[in-house]
């Protein structure tokens, strides 16, 4: 993406005016910090200096304001209950964006590994320096969250240490008794429960996320997203300031929160309609009737209404993100909206492998057979792998391999990998011509196939192979136990040193 040197002027200009308006809000912030201390200047805590320094800033005041324990007063009775429960985290801030990922237990299949993967995937070295992705667990099973954390730790272990990532969940004290809340909107009380908790895990997440960054993005834990995406959305958001365009919303999905960005100095008016209305609408609803009552004219049409929304709800064509999930964390409830203007989300990566004889006893489904996936004209979908079954791929003639990459399942089916799978050659020559050192790096199978890779937890298997094992006749994955998932193979890329 090039730009002039005007256009670069312009765009610095605006960055640094929204850099200053987030520094005067933390300053306000801090502000507050000291009221709040004054107004406690009899705390037993404090020093008599430090009670009389207080007392004497300034009167006490006669009015007081309300605050998030108006709304919320049980969180009077635990202090801990406005502190995450758990925190990974470098202490990354003045962030240009902070990306917020709230995730859940779902009953079918989790997303959050493979959205996290594209969200990074999908970012410059440059654009990693400046943001932040909170993946916020809300769960209150402390036992879930650090079997999650983990998982993260294990899978971007770079980014954690960098400070991209960083992994928070709530306490339960945050939340009110659930059994508790009114029955609104003659919603089943479960799914009032569901709608109230993600309006109290929003509001949480975005006060965790507003004194980071600039600027603040809503997603979801089962979404992809497109190469440059952070890029877009910073120079969209600097062309709107500099054009002195009075935005609230930039929009860059159609569907119900996923991308929706905000000025992180503007989140505590979120935050507030949020608390106020937790128990009342849905998240999505409560952001739309906040626009409306900055915006529109009771006096006017609904035709006025929507025109003056529009020029603080801005949407961005085409959209940046899609939905993939189909398994809604309401029980019970299949989601399957796409955002039309997004496009079609990849499923697999075709690749020219050497010419070779494609075999296996696992029963494809439809057309989606592994000859085509070899051919990298689509993706293997396979009904459920048994142990024993073998995915063969015999090579005519016989060639050396450089690498390989297999990469099971894909966005919309993450959990249809291949499991406790190993990746075994059968080289032309005899192993007596093998030289020592190449051999004693590979365990030998019972029928004499040298085990090179297997597939880890996230489904992928890649590796080098050693040029001294010579020509392979045969590439083969093998299934070591039976699996409750059907599997696909989006991935298949056989190296040679030719390629």
């Given at each position: 993406?090039?730009?002039?040197g005007e256009q670069m002027l312009v765009q610095r200009v605006a960055e640094l005016r929204e850099r200053l308006q987030h520094a005067e809000m933390l300053n306000q912030e801090r502000l507050q910090d000291v009221i709040v201390l004054r107004g406690n200047v009899t705390g037993p805590r404090l020093s008599q200096e430090t009670r009389d320094l207080l007392a004497n800033m300034?009167?006490?005041?006669?009015?007081?304001?309300?605050?998030?324990?108006?709304?919320?007063?049980?969180?009077?009775?635990?202090?801990?209950?406005?502190?995450?429960?758990?925190?990974?985290?470098?202490?990354?801030?003045?962030?240009?964006?902070?990306?917020?990922?709230?995730?859940?237990?779902?009953?079918?299949?989790?997303?959050?590994?493979?959205?996290?993967?594209?969200?990074?995937?999908?970012?410059?070295?440059?654009?990693?320096?400046?943001?932040?992705?909170?993946?916020?667990?809300?769960?209150?099973?402390?036992?879930?969250?650090?079997?999650?954390?983990?998982?993260?730790?294990?899978?971007?272990?770079?980014?954690?240490?960098?400070?991209?990532?960083?992994?928070?969940?709530?306490?339960?004290?945050?939340?009110?008794?659930?059994?508790?809340?009114?029955?609104?909107?003659?919603?089943?009380?479960?799914?009032?429960?569901?709608?109230?908790?993600?309006?109290?895990?929003?509001?949480?997440?975005?006060?965790?996320?507003?004194?980071?960054?600039?600027?603040?993005?809503?997603?979801?834990?089962?979404?992809?997203?497109?190469?440059?995406?952070?890029?877009?959305?910073?120079?969209?958001?600097?062309?709107?300031?500099?054009?002195?365009?009075?935005?609230?919303?930039?929009?860059?999905?159609?569907?119900?929160?996923?991308?929706?960005?905000?000025?992180?100095?503007?989140?505590?008016?979120?935050?507030?309609?949020?608390?106020?209305?937790?128990?009342?609408?849905?998240?999505?609803?409560?952001?739309?009737?906040?626009?409306?009552?900055?915006?529109?004219?009771?006096?006017?049409?609904?035709?006025?209404?929507?025109?003056?929304?529009?020029?603080?709800?801005?949407?961005?064509?085409?959209?940046?993100?899609?939905?993939?999930?189909?398994?809604?964390?309401?029980?019970?409830?299949?989601?399957?909206?796409?955002?039309?203007?997004?496009?079609?989300?990849?499923?697999?990566?075709?690749?020219?492998?050497?010419?070779?004889?494609?075999?296996?006893?696992?029963?494809?489904?439809?057309?989606?057979?592994?000859?085509?996936?070899?051919?990298?004209?689509?993706?293997?979908?396979?009904?459920?792998?048994?142990?024993?079954?073998?995915?063969?791929?015999?090579?005519?003639?016989?060639?050396?391999?450089?690498?390989?990459?297999?990469?099971?399942?894909?966005?919309?089916?993450?959990?249809?990998?291949?499991?406790?799978?190993?990746?075994?050659?059968?080289?032309?020559?005899p192993f007596s011509n093998i030289p020592a050192v190449a051999a004693k790096k590979y365990k030998i199978t019972e029928d004499k196939y040298m085990i090179v890779g297997d597939f880890d937890d996230m489904g992928v298997a890649e590796g080098l192979i050693n040029?001294?094992?010579?020509?392979?006749?045969?590439?083969?994955?093998?299934?070591?136990?039976?699996?409750?998932?059907?599997?696909?193979?989006?991935?298949?890329?056989?190296?040679?040193?030719?390629?």
């Amino acid at each position: 993406m090039y730009l002039s040197g005007e256009q670069m002027l312009v765009q610095r200009v605006a960055e640094l005016r929204e850099r200053l308006q987030h520094a005067e809000m933390l300053n306000q912030e801090r502000l507050q910090d000291v009221i709040v201390l004054r107004g406690n200047v009899t705390g037993p805590r404090l020093s008599q200096e430090t009670r009389d320094l207080l007392a004497n800033m300034s009167q006490s005041p006669d009015l007081h304001l309300p605050s998030v324990y108006s709304y919320l007063p049980h969180l009077l009775h635990t202090p801990d209950a406005t502190s995450p429960a758990f925190k990974l985290s470098q202490g990354r801030h003045s962030a240009t964006m902070v990306l917020g990922v709230p995730t859940v237990k779902r009953q079918v299949q989790s997303y959050l590994m493979t959205t996290l993967r594209n969200l990074v995937d999908s970012m410059t070295q440059e654009e990693m320096e400046e943001c932040i992705i909170v993946v916020f667990i809300a769960e209150w099973d402390i036992d879930y969250v650090h079997q999650v954390a983990s998982q993260i730790e294990r899978k971007f272990p770079e980014h954690l240490g960098s400070g991209l990532i960083e992994v928070i969940s709530p306490p339960k004290a945050f939340y009110p008794d659930m059994d508790k809340l009114e029955q609104t909107l003659g919603d089943p009380m479960e799914r009032v429960k569901w709608r109230t908790k993600q309006n109290l895990d929003f509001a949480f997440l975005m006060m965790y996320a507003q004194p980071k960054g600039t600027f603040y993005v809503q997603l979801e834990d089962d979404i992809q997203t497109k190469k440059g995406y952070i890029a877009t959305m910073k120079k969209f958001a600097l062309q709107k300031t500099s054009e002195k365009k009075n935005w609230f919303v930039l929009d860059f999905c159609q569907l119900g929160f996923i991308g929706k960005m905000f000025k992180c100095v503007q989140l505590p008016y979120l935050v507030q309609f949020f608390i106020m209305f937790y128990n009342d609408k849905p998240v999505d609803w409560l952001l739309d009737y906040l626009i409306q009552t900055k915006i529109c004219n009771l006096d006017k049409d609904t035709k006025h209404c929507k025109k003056a929304k529009e020029n603080v709800w801005i949407h961005y064509k085409p959209s940046l993100f899609q939905h993939i999930g189909t398994h809604s964390s309401l029980k019970g409830k299949v989601q399957k909206l796409k955002d039309k203007q997004f496009g079609k989300v990849q499923l697999y990566f075709p690749h020219e492998n050497p010419k070779a004889e494609v075999e296996t006893q696992i029963k494809p489904y439809k057309t989606y057979t592994l000859q085509r996936a070899y051919k990298g004209e689509s993706y293997f979908w396979g009904l459920l792998p048994q142990q024993g079954d073998l995915l063969q791929f015999t090579f005519d003639p016989p060639v050396v391999i450089k690498g390989f990459l297999f990469r099971s399942g894909n966005v919309e089916h993450p959990s249809d990998r291949l499991y406790n799978t190993t990746v075994e050659v059968l080289p032309v020559q005899p192993f007596s011509n093998i030289p020592a050192v190449a051999a004693k790096k590979y365990k030998i199978t019972e029928d004499k196939y040298m085990i090179v890779g297997d597939f880890d937890d996230m489904g992928v298997a890649e590796g080098l192979i050693n040029g001294e094992l010579g020509e392979i006749k045969t590439l083969r994955l093998h299934v070591h136990i039976d699996s409750d998932n059907w599997a696909i193979l989006s991935e298949i890329h056989i190296e040679t040193p030719e390629k």
